[in-house]
């Protein structure tokens, strides 16, 4: 479902507060640019665009998780991305005028803001400081992912998923008494597509972690990290 919204007739929130590349607009400037965002709403498991689609926006996510991933030529699902709030895709095409790499898939019901391609490059020259965030938003992206495809050839599986509940920890995570209580984004199947292993290697690992004592399941998307230095020596990260 889409909608062009103006400021104060919208029934989103801006999704200009909860993002980082916005931080530098002042009050009056975010409403200002809420005049040309568009607004649309996907139920879990719908596809926003697909790979090779060109994209003619910069999409935002405002609510909800978004899955970025690629079909191998075994048929195989593999995860590139793990998209939250804030977060961002439709920069190739901005930019480069290049093709989607991957199919985004909502994880969950997800709201998010989106700019037309000329929209977008106005703002840009009237904002200079938005596209110095997108320029450091997306060096973070490229070792993020430079780490991951690094930890595939180096790390040990149990240091792969360390490290990954690591960074959901840091991502999804809320602080609660007994540890970090995190909001899995991924399914146990999700994660083995992220990881490139088989669902029952996630599953038995997941296990042991919690014979361990390192985590315990809440529920069936919620874990409770109870001893985040132990991952900390699975990865390798200093403690």
């Known amino acids: 479902m889409k909608c062009n919204c103006y400021a104060g007739e919208c029934p989103h929130n801006l999704c200009m507060h909860k993002v980082p ?15 040309i965002i568009n607004h649309n709403n996907y139920q879990k498991g719908e596809i926003l665009f697909s790979e090779e689609d060109s ?21 195989r699902e593999q995860i590139l991305h793990v998209f939250s709030v804030g977060d961002f ?32 490059h ?26 991951t495809m690094q930890s595939m ?17 840091d991502k999804y995570g809320e602080v609660v008494p007994e540890g970090i209580l995190i909001r899995l984004p991924l399914s146990r ?14 599953s038995r690992k997941l296990g042991q972690l919690e014979i361990d004592g390192v985590i315990r399941p809440v529920g069936n998307k919620n ?11 699975m990865t390798g990260k200093d403690t």
């Open 189 to 202: 199947e999700g994660i083995a597509n992220f990881l490139g292993v088989a669902r029952e290697t996630v």
């Open 55 to 75: 994209l003619r926006s910069l999409i935002i996510i405002n609510e909800g998780s978004v899955k970025g991933f690629k079909i191998t030529p075994e048929g």
């Open 21 to 35: 590349i916005f931080s530098s607009l002042s009050q009056e400037e975010m409403s200002h640019i809420s005049s």
């Open 153 to 169: 050839g180096v790390r040990s599986l149990d240091g792969r998923i360390g490290g990954l509940l690591l960074d959901f920890a």
């Open 122 to 147: 106005k703002i840009l020259f009237a904002y200079p400081g938005i596209a110095i965030k997108i320029i450091e938003t997306l060096e973070e992206r490229i070792a993020r992912m430079e780490s």
């Open 223 to 233: 874990i409770l990290l109870l001893d985040g230095e132990a991952l900390k020596t």
């Open 89 to 120: 895709f439709g920069e190739r095409n901005l930019f480069g005028g290049q093709k989607s790499a991957y199919t985004a898939e909502a994880l969950e019901p997800t709201k998010t803001c989106s700019f037309t391609k000329d929209d977008f």
